[in-house]
């Protein structure tokens, strides 16, 4: 990700946040809403081709999903993860995944030697695929804002109204802009920083939120009777304020959320002395908190093991400490993608549900998590999927 959002810091970061912010402003969000509908409509039929009594592994399809979803988002560029999950893109991000995982154990492996080894060799050249299919999607789109630029002077008026990939959109201003904000080398980086940071997060989110849903079936069932409400047996595609009316699917993804947190643990540093009970945590020391823990405070969430998703109605949010619950973390490095990540969750989930019953192969206290940077099931969410009657293929 180089030095992209998530890995700068000081004057740097601050620079860019305040370029990006506008990539999430919920005009821009409103348009990238026509790209979850349509993938989700592949994912659909997708998942009807399968067997309805093969078990699937939620979080694997939900990984594709949300691959799709964000390079499209982020670049403009269909990857078709969906229709072909082995094309090299997916392999060679999964392939920096795990060994990023692989580095983060193994203490011999934290400098340059990792590259010489038989996994470094492989990443080195996963990287190559990534960066190349970011470096077609810049070239790509400046060619096209050159193209634009040259028909609005020439008063050909066709070009307006044109929809393009928001994110990198804002990236090429800043590109293009005469102090050049942003050199070549950091378009990629945030291009890579975006499509890292909210791939993985959302697919486990989705998965876990989908598998609580489907070992719970009468809080699936109120789900589904709030999508039944909105819809009225139309088979039309969500619009935005659809998405706003989803409250109660809302809640469970928070539910979700606060079980199992996408990011289980954050890090900040402490900017002058600060008194913590007895202790003194001293200015420039690194902090780390427990996302996952803070989430299962018995004083702030009473039963905090139960899934229960009445927790996050407005009448029980009220009085709550406003970070006890920190899925997108808090302060001034909150997650700047957290309005896309909700839209996308509840767009995604919410088609299932319209399509299919879910039922989970296993309970809660059978799940297995791995405490990476982000938080992923060990082994396989197991799930069945019932078609429904209705199908929603719009």
Wanted: hydrophobic fraction near 40%.
């Amino acid at each position: 990700m180089g030095h992209g959002l998530i890995t700068s810091n000081g004057a740097l970061w601050h620079e860019r946040r305040k370029m990006l912010t506008p990539a999430f402003h919920l005009s821009v969000l409103n348009m990238l809403h026509e790209i979850l509908v349509q993938n989700s409509i592949v994912m659909i039929r997708k998942l009807r081709e399968r067997s309805e009594d093969a078990p699937m592994d939620v979080y694997q399809a939900m990984h594709l999903m949300a691959l799709e979803n964000i390079c499209e988002a982020a670049m403009g560029v269909k990857i078709d993860a969906l229709d072909n999950p082995q094309i090299d893109y997916v392999q060679a991000i999964e392939n920096v995944q795990h060994a990023t995982l692989k580095r983060i154990g193994e203490p011999w492996f934290w400098n340059s030697l990792f590259y010489y080894s038989a996994t470094g060799q492989q990443v080195t050249k996963s990287l190559d695929k990534i960066f190349e299919l970011a470096h077609k999607a810049i070239l790509k789109n400046k060619n096209k804002r050159a193209r634009q630029v040259e028909d609005e002077e020439n008063g050909n008026d066709e070009v307006k109204g044109t929809t393009k990939p928001a994110f990198l959109d804002i990236l090429l201003e800043a590109h293009e802009s005469p102090t050049k904000a942003l050199s070549e080398q950091d378009l990629r980086d945030e291009v890579n920083t975006f499509i890292f940071a909210g791939h993985d997060t959302t697919a486990t989110s989705m998965s876990f939120s989908l598998f609580l849903l489907g070992m719970h079936p009468d809080i699936q069932e109120k789900c589904y009777q709030e999508l039944d409400d909105i819809f009225r047996g139309s088979d039309r595609a969500p619009t935005v304020d659809d998405l706003k009316s989803m409250k109660y699917l809302e809640q469970c993804i928070k539910e979700s959320l606060r079980l199992f947190p996408s990011i289980p643990f954050i890090l900040r540093n402490c900017q002058e002395d600060v008194q913590f009970g007895n202790y003194t945590v001293p200015d420039g020391a690194t902090v780390g908190l427990s996302i996952f823990c803070m989430h299962r405070d018995p004083k702030y969430f009473p039963n905090p093991e139960i899934f229960d998703p009445e927790r996050f109605n407005s009448e029980n949010c009220v009085g709550r400490h406003s970070f006890a619950y920190v899925p997108f973390a808090a302060g001034s490095r909150n997650c700047i993608g957290q309005k896309f990540a909700m839209m996308e969750q509840k767009v995604v989930i919410s088609y299932i549900l319209r399509n299919f019953i879910i039922e989970s192969l296993y309970g809660m206290d059978e799940i297995e998590l791995s405490f990476d940077v982000v938080m992923r099931p060990k082994k396989p969410l197991d799930v069945r999927l019932k078609p429904r009657v209705q199908k929603i293929t719009k």
